[in-house]
Structures are given as structure tokens and as C-alpha cells.
């Protein structure tokens, strides 16, 4: 076995010893839910899928072949509210992460790797095959990864989410792909017939999601917003 292969091999032993003992910490307040506030800021939805994973180092490492994740956020930036709803497809537990749970909004463009900024609940059966996980959590958000001794949750706010949405993307990880079993970049999606980030309220009188991921008009929609989010994406990028 080669030197590098040996480090590879020892750093993920140590990543899913890490892991381990993260999932025995307790809930802090950041964790608890909270009520879907009654209007939203913006809303963003991804389509993650195994060949869009990369490691620690960005380096592509595909995840579980076949599975796919639909990502659905709507988000209060004024209260600092985000509500989340994830179906997992083809992911197999248990799931592992050094961070508070293995769900998680990262940071960084598409194709690098970024620090967690918020950890959601895992997604659990639903009885039908299927992972799912729902509900609102509030900041200040809490990632359970320390740099330099601070949260990368610290300090991070909905709005930046807002600005460069392009530049974040949502994964889980399961034991058996550390680096990632799927992984999507996010993107912004209007909600009910009002553009995301003029005030819209959060679809019908049931309280679901207007967010539109699949169908024609989904697909318009996400179309329609894509250059924004490269043309941001950019300018991120050159600061």
C-alpha cells in the first residue's frame, strides 16, 4: 500500500471515529423546531444525485450509485428562519458525519467542498422506501465542525444564502460514502406567482411549499433564474 493510500485510509478511520462521537452529543437550542412563520423571503430547491460529490480535498468522489435527493428550503431572512423538506431516494443508512448530523446547507461553488453551514435532521423512512425529513429551525444556526475553535455555523446568516444561492449546495452522508451520497447545488425558485425575495407568501392555505422543482413550469421557472445565479456566482468568485 502506497504512503498517500495509507494517509487516505487513516484519515477516514479517524473522520468515522469523529463521527461517532459527534452523534452522541446533545440538542442544543439551534436544533429545536420551530412554527413555519407566515410568509417567506425566497425559497431554493436542488436535485442532488452521486456524481456531483467531491471530498475534503474537491476531488470528485461519486457517491451511491442511482440514489437522489430533492432539497426544498423556504426561508424567513428576517427572522432567520429556514424551513426544510428532504426526500432521499436510493440512500442507504446509517448515515455519519463529524458535524451534528449528516444533512447539511453547505458552502462553496460547484465542484468544491465548503464547511456546513446548517445541520438538518436526517431523513428517516417513510415507509414506502423513501428518506424524509421536515420541519423550520432557527438561527443562530449550529454545523457541530469547528475551524480555529468556531461553529461554521457562527455568525452565518439566511441573507448570504439569498445573495449567492449558486454558491451553496445541500448533501448526507452515510457511513458507507463519507465524502457524500448525494450532493446538490442550490437554486432560487419563485413562489406562488411572486418572485423570491419580494415578500411572497408561502404558497396555499394547506401551508405546503410552492416550490417547483418538476414540471414544465418548474423547469421555466428554474430557467429563468439561472443566469442571475451564474451571473452572482461570478462576480462571488472574482472578490
Request: proline share 6%; aromatic share 6%; hydrophobic share 40%.
Amino acid at each position: 500500500m502506497s504512503r498517500n493510500r495509507r494517509v487516505a485510509v487513516v484519515l477516514a478511520g479517524a473522520a468515522a471515529a469523529a463521527s461517532l462521537l459527534f452523534a452522541g452529543q446533545p440538542a442544543s437550542a439551534a436544533d429545536d423546531p420551530v412554527d413555519e412563520p407566515a410568509t417567506f423571503t425566497s425559497q431554493f430547491t436542488t436535485t442532488a444525485t452521486a456524481d456531483q460529490v467531491v471530498n475534503a480535498e474537491s476531488v470528485a468522489t461519486p457517491g451511491e450509485a442511482g440514489a437522489t435527493g430533492i432539497f426544498n428550503y423556504r426561508v424567513n431572512s428576517d427572522l432567520e428562519i429556514i424551513c426544510y423538506d428532504v426526500t432521499l431516494r436510493g440512500v442507504t443508512p446509517p448515515y455519519m458525519s463529524m458535524a451534528r448530523t449528516a444533512t447539511h446547507l453547505h458552502d462553496n461553488v460547484v465542484g468544491r467542498s465548503g464547511p456546513p453551514r446548517i445541520s438538518f435532521p436526517n431523513p428517516e423512512d417513510a415507509g414506502d422506501g423513501t428518506l424524509t425529513s421536515k420541519g423550520c429551525v432557527q438561527g443562530p444556526f449550529v454545523s457541530g465542525i469547528l475551524v480555529d475553535g468556531v461553529d461554521t455555523g457562527s455568525g452565518w446568516t439566511l441573507e448570504e444564502l439569498e445573495a449567492d444561492p449558486a454558491s451553496y449546495y445541500s448533501d448526507t452522508h452515510t457511513m458507507a460514502y463519507v465524502a457524500g451520497a448525494v450532493r446538490g447545488q442550490m437554486t432560487q425558485v419563485p413562489m406562488g406567482g411572486v418572485d423570491t425575495g419580494a415578500g411572497g407568501t408561502a404558497g396555499g392555505d394547506d401551508g405546503t411549499s410552492a416550490l417547483l422543482p418538476i414540471g414544465l413550469v418548474g423547469l421555466a421557472a428554474i430557467g429563468g433564474s439561472l443566469l442571475l445565479i451564474r451571473r452572482r456566482g461570478a462576480a462571488a468568485r472574482q472578490r
